[in-house]
């Protein structure tokens, strides 16, 4: 089907949402079945630091362990609010992070964070300054920031106010909440309450209840649990995590033509980044491109750019001795092979 469409189904028993853009699967969402899932914050204890590692273990709710690099002023048995920040292998503490956000559909609560900020994307002029002055007037005398999403420029303002209302208490109450032993204080969101929240522009043409089978989610999140990927020109990569890094591997299958290297290894720094998104992989991950000459490696590097602008935080650290490539994103979900592995 050609266009936007938003799918809020179920999957292996699990709620699910998938984001469909002209017939590809573009995003997914998928309940990891825990209480500490990204983006929950809980109350906290700072443990125990790690010297020669740039972080502190804090303790968690539920007998957890979370990991937090941001250690300047604290010590240990100090209470904190902390926001899960990501997914982690099983046995590996969970990160978490004193950047908490409190996000809705228009608006992003930032503690800590002081200033007001409209979305980049909102560019006509007239309508900045009415958001402007409506944030002004809903965060006066907030000790927090906010940040007015991309979704505002077509929203009621009445609507963006209650948002802004409703995340500027839940924050000032959750952030005054020191007391106490470690505890979980507002939940990670549901697939569906988060594809409701962030997938809202551009607006959708078409949300269905259900819908996986019919429009071919099911089968391309079964294509994300194999590492074979297959490009344009008959070209293909192989993804395969291991415990310490993310390895890819470019082949340019039968072509034989001089720019064959070339062309596969641009076919996968343009698919990259959406396929480790909707795999759930981040950290390490390094590249063995397909052999090309040397002068091929500064266009490809920019289509690495490119292709990771606007996604996850992700950092390009360039080329190996090897002549492998090297970079790092941000593990900002849990795997899908450990949420869908043993039954999809």
Request: glycine residues 10%; negative net charge; proline residues 6%.
């Amino acid at each position: 089907m050609i266009g936007r469409v938003i799918l809020l189904d179920q999957i292996a028993g699990r709620e699910a949402a998938a984001l469909m853009v002209d017939g590809q699967l573009e995003d997914v969402l998928i309940d990891p079945g825990v209480a500490l899932a990204p983006g929950a914050i809980c109350r906290g204890v700072i443990g125990r630091q790690m010297k020669g590692q740039g972080g502190v273990f804090v303790d968690l709710p539920q007998g957890a362990r979370g990991f937090l690099r941001e250690v300047k002023g604290l010590s240990p048995g100090q209470t904190v609010i902390v926001q899960v920040s990501g997914g982690s292998e099983p046995g590996k503490a969970l990160p978490v992070t004193l950047r908490v956000l409190f996000k809705s559909r228009h608006a992003i609560v930032t503690p800590g964070a002081p200033g007001l900020n409209i979305s980049r994307r909102i560019r006509d002029e007239d309508l900045r300054a009415s958001l402007q002055s409506l944030a002004e007037a809903e965060m006066s005398g907030a000790q927090a920031g906010l940040i007015l999403r991309s979704v505002a420029a077509h929203a009621d303002a009445t609507d963006i106010a209650e948002d802004i209302a409703a995340m500027r208490t839940l924050s000032e109450a959750v952030m005054a909440d020191l007391s106490g032993a470690p505890e979980l204080l507002v939940d990670a969101p549901s697939p569906h309450e988060e594809a409701w929240r962030d997938w809202a522009d551009p607006a959708p043409d078409e949300v269905v209840e259900g819908g996986f089978d019919d429009h071919g989610a099911t089968d391309a999140i079964e294509a994300l649990l194999q590492p074979r990927v297959e490009l344009d020109w008959g070209a293909h990569m192989m993804i395969e995590p291991t415990r310490a890094l993310i390895a890819v591997d470019v082949n340019t299958g039968n072509d034989t033509s001089p720019a064959a290297g070339l062309k596969a290894n641009i076919a996968a720094a343009r698919a990259l980044p959406r396929q480790l998104r909707l795999r759930g992989l981040g950290g390490q991950v390094t590249v063995d491109f397909a052999p090309m000459p040397k002068r091929d490696r500064q266009p490809l590097e920019q289509q690495l750019r490119t292709s990771f602008k606007g996604e996850a935080e992700a950092s390009l650290a360039g080329w190996t001795p090897l002549g492998n490539f090297e970079l790092q994103r941000k593990r900002d979900r849990v795997a899908l092979s450990s949420l869908l592995g043993d039954v999809v």
